[in-house]
């Protein structure tokens, strides 16, 4: 292989990088504003909320699983499978947050960003393929428990509409998120492949 | 760890100020960029813990800062830096050969300008691998082509 050093062209563009840096280093370039605005505290404190606001999920559904234990006289088993699902669901939406973390995706590399990516989007169609039908099992054991704790017609048919409106309009908005989640990892993919060409 | 932040950055202006002007069109852009460079710097700041060189991080935030925020397009109002030139317009001679460097990366893919400006550092190749995440080996190869590219570039001019 031929002296990269031998090349005129990056002899001559090394000299002039040399005279930037020296111009540069007569500059004062930052300035306290600028610093200021940079260090502003609420970047951190954002950070730390959004890092740990999926969790909450499974504390915000206390009172959920509560009702469908005491009010709607749902099984114990029922109940704890529930909670367990809504833990599950809010521990992987952190990890996934946690791997997408833009300020460890920025201290990396492009190359590893690029799998970090690929890892979480195969991760998300993984995670959606299990989900789809432990829900439609889920629906199904619901309205069996329903049926088996409720003679009454009038709120076993209550309680099954409500959940099925609140199942479809949950499942459409969820569906939505993870296909445009999905779009924009694809894009991302796809810009940092044909960077990196 | 402010103060820490501020003499770090300090130290580093000059090769942040280097990838924002390689990565922008005008001196607004160079700020603005500039600017979010700081910001990510500053969230990475607590967390970077010294797992690695101090300036191969630096090099990495700036970059990767320049390069996605070239792929979103966006831009947000930016306070001026304190500087008296303008690497875009003056005509002196000093930033007239400062010019010709920069359209000469310029004109180089994002990952190439990157790889060019680390080598001209003065960087070696597992150090310019290990920031922009290929083998020393690819990075040589991908010299080889730069080098090539140039060439042509200065023979279409001459």
Redesign the interface.
């Known amino acids: ?2 002296n ?1 050093n031998d ?1 005129l ?2 002899q ?6 040399n ?3 020296r ?3 007569k ?5 306290e ?3 200021r ?3 502003h505290k609420d ?2 404190k954002m ?1 730390r909320w959004e890092k740990w606001s999926g969790l909450a999920g499974p504390v915000v559904m206390i009172p959920f699983i509560i009702l469908l234990y005491t009010f709607l006289h749902l099984s114990l088993l029922f109940t704890l499978v529930t909670y367990v699902f809504i833990c599950l669901v809010a521990f992987f939406t952190w990890y996934k947050w946690k791997k997408l973390d ?2 460890e ?9 690029n799998r970090k990516l690929l890892y979480i989007r195969q991760f998300n169609s993984k995670w959606t393929l299990y989900c789809i039908p432990f829900l439609i099992l889920w629906f199904c054991w619901f309205y069996m428990e329903l049926k088996m704790a409720n003679g009454d017609v009038s709120v076993l048919n209550g309680a099954f509409i409500g959940g099925l409106v609140g199942g479809i309009v949950g499942g459409s908005c969820g569906l939505y998120a993870h296909l445009k989640t999905q779009r924009t990892l694809k894009e991302m993919i796809k ?1 940092i492949e044909n ?3 | 760890m ?1 103060q820490e ?2 003499a770090t ?2 130290q580093y ?2 090769t942040i ?2 990838v924002c ?1 390689m990565f922008s069109k005008d001196n607004d852009e160079v700020s603005d960029l ?2 979010e460079v ?7 700041f ?3 813990q010294g797992k690695s060189n101090i300036s191969t ?1 630096i090099w ?2 700036a970059f ?2 320049c ?2 925020q070239q ?1 979103k397009g966006k831009r947000h109002e ?2 001026s ?5 303008n ?1 875009f317009t003056d005509e002196d001679e ?2 007239r ?2 010019q ?2 920069y359209q ?2 310029h004109s180089l ?3 190439d300008r990157a790889i ?2 680390l ?4 960087m070696p190749y597992d150090e310019i691998g ?5 083998t020393a080996k690819n990075v ?1 190869v991908r ?2 082509r730069i ?1 090539e590219e ?2 042509k570039m ?1 023979h279409r001019k001459a």
Do not use: C
């Open positions: 292989m031929e990269l090349n062209e990056l001559e563009m090394r000299k002039q990088l005279l930037l840096n111009k540069l280093e500059e004062h370039i930052l300035n504003q600028i610093l605005k940079s260090m970047i951190i950070r833009r300020n995706l920025l201290s990396g590399n492009l190359i590893n960003a810009d960077l990196t060409r | 402010e932040f501020t950055v300090r202006k000059s100020y280097t002007y500039f600017q700081l910001i990510n710097l500053w969230k990475g607590a967390g970077f991080w990495r935030i990767n800062t390069i996605t792929r930016a306070f830096l304190s500087t008296d030139i690497l000093d930033t050969q400062i010709m460097l000469r990366i893919g994002p990952f060019v400006l080598w001209l550092e003065g290990d920031i922009v995440g290929i040589s010299l080889v080098r140039l060439k200065s």
